[in-house]
């Protein structure tokens, strides 16, 4: 079922092509929390560093690689966003942030690309989380990268929704699963 008769609003831009950061942010922020498995936290800085952990690097220094879907004509309206990063590798700083970056870091070479992605809870299953990914996709294929993977959990739900978007070639260690697309 195509998304564009669900939503045939939605709209894909960049972060940088919206002129309202501080707004894009926020509900970057909001959909993040509604959709981490972790609630609990023992501190407001404990949250915020947490938010930071995994949002803060693609933010700051790849915000061209940070697409947002906006419901109709309000830029405010974000209803998902994709968080991605075009050389795992050499994003030495994000490394040193989120845990276990490294545990595929052989696999880098081969797909150098890797994204995070979250929609609004009330917008999942209309399409715009396949939408984003091609979305991506699609850049990286602009830009000649040989592939794209991510890393989800061995018995997460989202499973069947990546390797339906083409991310067949896997590689499980421990309770990580490696899921990589060839461009
Ligand atoms: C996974 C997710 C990004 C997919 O976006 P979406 O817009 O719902 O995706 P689409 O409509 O293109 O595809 C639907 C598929 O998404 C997956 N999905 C839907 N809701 C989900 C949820 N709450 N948690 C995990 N996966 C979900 C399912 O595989 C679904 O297919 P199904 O019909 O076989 O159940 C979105 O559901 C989500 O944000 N889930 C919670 C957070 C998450 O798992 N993020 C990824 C972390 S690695």
């Not at 509900?27 to 800085?45: G, K, M, N, V």
């Not at 906006?70 to 050499?90: E, F, N, P, Q």
């Not at 990268?145 to 067949?168: K, M, S």
Request: with cysteine.
């Amino acid at each position: 079922m195509g998304s564009d008769s669900i939503h045939p609003a939605i709209r894909l831009e960049r972060l940088t092509a919206l002129p309202d950061r501080r707004a894009a942010l926020a509900a970057l922020e909001e959909i993040f929390f509604a959709s981490t498995t972790r609630t609990e936290f023992a501190s407001d800085a404990e949250r915020a560093a947490f938010l930071d952990t995994w949002t803060g690097w693609f933010v700051t220094q790849a915000p061209d690689d940070v697409w947002m879907a906006l419901a109709g004509d309000d830029d405010r309206r974000i209803v998902g966003y994709l968080t991605g990063c075009k050389d795992s590798a050499g994003a030495v700083d994000l490394a040193r942030r989120i845990p276990k970056y490294d545990v595929f870091a052989d696999h880098f070479a081969a797909y150098p690309a890797h994204f995070h992605i979250n929609v609004r809870p009330g917008w999942r299953d209309h399409g715009l989380g396949r939408r984003l990914i091609d979305r991506f996709v699609e850049d990286c294929a602009a830009d000649r990268l040989p592939g794209v993977h991510l890393v989800t959990a061995v018995f997460a739900r989202n499973v069947d929704f990546y390797q339906r978007a083409g991310f067949t070639n896997a590689c499980q260690r421990g309770p990580l699963l490696f899921l990589g697309r060839c461009l």
